[in-house]
């Protein structure tokens, strides 16, 4: 797989220093205020560069830069050579690879200019690697080949076992059978005779991946897994974490679980030594395997960890600011150019500066171009904010008329009511006590009319006051219409009306309390009042990624079509059957206004065979959205 790379190029940086890693690290550590020889020191610092890659790629990079700056002062061209190399190193593990293979190209001029075989063929393939990581594969492939033909005539050939072992990763399906097996014989016996328990890992896992191809699963994970061990017991990381990618792609459609746990490990050892690639390739895959599973709260988890790492890896990226493979290649133009061009430095001194002062134009231009264009805007988002708010108070003043019209009209019949029945009780005693208890009734049940209707209006108008803020919260949906339904316990027992609540206690819904306890209890009072005895009231609720919802079924019989559109709308010229319509009217009209408050949608479908469902959706925290299109619930209060 091509993410193998990273392993890979790695470990041939490691082909210079054969000996021990943590032992030199410690031993150079202390010996280095010791050192007196300039040369000697640069190379000390080099070589703590390209030891400490795999511990802590910070200390590699300030070795580096400290071995490079030194050697440009003493003109050291080997130690810069190979300070130069480690910085391509650290760019590469960083996951900038512009800047890195402008480093190793540069690495790889200097080498040339050196006659340094071995570190030649080392910057052959680290640019190979490169080319590799870009997709650039024909160059890839051509920098390993030139790299293999140089190293056969190698005296000192411990780089050659990485050479063998690179190409069997990277483009196995361009070798024979054959040839594969005598690449990977070559590997060991170098690595054997050199000790380089590093490079034996990555034959194990060579190895591996050949007994997976001749169908031999079992064999090759129990190898893995041994190599896998092994790596992480010497601290070979990047060896290890190609190790472990491996063992979690082998399991990740077999046992997702085991997958996760060597993601996870990988994940862990990434984010510990700041490996900016293996970051990536990591939670990607964790990424991926949660998705399949819809595990939300992980998805999201992974989701941000790997939008901050592309963040990262853009502002690195765009604040380097130029191409330096075409920068490498044109800069020994330049410098010939700059030889022949001296005559005409005055010249293009001059138009430099006309150029400059043409710059600064458009620079002022521009300015307040910009400047003009905000201005625009800012009197554009003015004029559609003054245009919001006269729209607005347009809508308020009708609703207001609306609602005052309402008042007149519904209330004039009950108060009249009550006079007709006050000027029969002044003749009481003509009247049976059936009649008087009749009279009586009426006279009760038109007041409770009016004060459901005062109470409606009263409750909205607490709402329209200035100063009111809608800060919705986090509420347990069953909860809120367990106590809506306490409420009218009396009054449904009364008329024998059954009210269940079908709400799973897991759903939570995000709006104001005193708002939506105003609509839950209005539907619930209005499916009280138009139900049959003994017939039932449903309440139901569900909740999906954007909104939940709410519906209020009854059995009663239903709404006429012609009312339905106009049902929420206090514009609409409805006509009522009766009192109760009319205290439901009003209240139901609050209830919309309460709705659009809480950015929510209401609704009511008449259900095909009895009864009608009043509905309201509000969207989830942090998700507010406003809608006018309805949802149908009928299969979902089935």
């Not at 190793?104 to 200019?113: G, I, L, M, S, T």
């Not at 008329?401 to 003749?427: M, W």
Request: aromatic share 10%.
């Amino acid at each position: 797989m091509r993410k193998h790379l990273v392993i890979l190029f790695l470990l041939i940086f490691a082909g210079n220093i054969c000996y021990g890693q943590l032992n030199d690290i410690n031993r150079i550590q202390k010996e280095l205020p010791l050192i007196t020889d300039s040369t000697k020191y640069i190379n000390a610092l080099n070589r703590l560069g390209m030891l400490m890659y795999e511990k802590n790629v910070d200390n590699s990079f300030y070795y580096a830069k400290l071995a490079r700056a030194i050697s440009a002062r003493i003109k050291y061209k080997q130690g810069e050579a190979d300070a130069i190399n480690v910085i391509g190193i650290v760019y590469d593990l960083r996951g900038n690879l512009q800047l890195s293979l402008k480093y190793y190209n540069d690495a790889y001029q200097r080498y040339v200019a050196l006659h340094d075989s071995v570190n030649i063929i080392q910057g052959l393939m680290n640019i190979a690697l490169v080319f590799n990581e870009r997709k650039e594969d024909a160059k890839a492939v051509e920098n390993l080949k030139q790299a293999i033909a140089l190293g056969i005539t190698l005296k000192r050939d411990s780089i050659m076992s990485l050479v063998y072992c690179n190409y069997l990763l990277l483009y196995p399906g361009q070798l024979s059978n054959e040839l594969t097996t005598a690449y990977l014989q070559k590997a060991r016996q170098i690595a054997t005779k050199y000790k380089d328990e590093r490079v034996l890992l990555v034959t194990d896992q060579i190895q591996a991946k050949l007994y997976f191809k001749n169908g031999e699963r079992e064999k090759g994970i129990a190898l893995l897994q041994k190599a896998a061990a092994e790596g992480i017991a010497m601290e070979v990381n990047y060896v290890t974490l190609d190790i472990l990618q491996n063992l979690g792609d082998m399991f990740i459609i077999t046992d997702s679980v085991k997958a996760i746990d060597y993601y996870k490990q990988g994940l862990g050892i990434s984010n510990l030594k700041g490996y900016h690639f293996y970051d990536k390739i990591f939670g990607k895959r964790l990424y991926d395997v949660y998705i399949n599973q819809n595990n939300l709260p992980e998805v999201k988890r992974y989701s941000g960890k790997l939008l901050k790492l592309y963040e990262d890896e853009e502002i690195f990226t765009n604040t380097s600011g130029f191409d330096y493979i075409d920068y490498a290649i044109k800069d020994q133009q330049i410098e010939a150019l700059t030889i022949r061009a001296e005559g005409r430095n005055t010249l293009l001194l001059v138009f430099g500066f006309l150029l400059l002062l043409t710059a600064l134009s458009l620079v002022i231009f521009y300015r307040l171009y910009i400047l003009k264009q905000k201005h625009n805007q800012t009197l554009e988002e003015l004029n559609r904010t003054v245009q919001a708010r006269n729209q607005k108070l347009e809508v308020d003043h009708e609703f207001n008329n609306r609602l005052v019209s309402i008042l007149a009209h519904d209330f004039r019949q009950p108060i009249g009511t009550l006079k007709t029945l006050a000027t029969v009780l002044k003749d009481a005693d003509a009247l049976t006590r059936e009649e008087l208890m009749t009279l009586v009734e009426s006279m009760e049940h038109s007041s409770n009319i009016s004060l459901e209707i005062f109470e409606n209006i009263l409750q909205w108008i607490k709402q329209q006051l200035s100063g009111f803020s809608y800060a919705p919260v986090s509420l347990p949906l069953r909860d809120l219409i367990d106590e809506a339904l306490q409420t009218f316990k009396a009054m449904a027992e009364d008329c024998n009306i059954t009210m269940v609540n079908n709400i799973d206690r897991n759903i939570t819904l995000y709006a104001d309390k005193e708002l939506v306890q105003f609509i839950n209890r209005n539907f619930i009072h209005n499916a009280l009042k138009f139900s049959p005895r003994g017939t039932t009231i449903t309440i139901v609720g569900f909740s999906d990624n954007n909104e939940t919802t709410v519906c209020v079924q009854d059995e009663g019989k239903g709404i006429s079509a012609e009312k339905l559109p106009g049902i929420f709308n206090f514009k609409a010229d409805l006509k009522y059957s009766n009192e109760k319509e009319k205290g439901a009217g009003v209240a139901l009209m609050i209830c919309n206004d309460f709705t659009e408050k809480m950015n929510g949608r209401i609704w009511v479908e008449s259900n095909q065979q009895k009864g009608a469902s009043f509905c309201y959706a509000l969207p989830n925290a942090q998700k507010p959205r406003k809608s006018i299109f309805k949802t149908p619930v009928r299969e979902l209060i089935k």
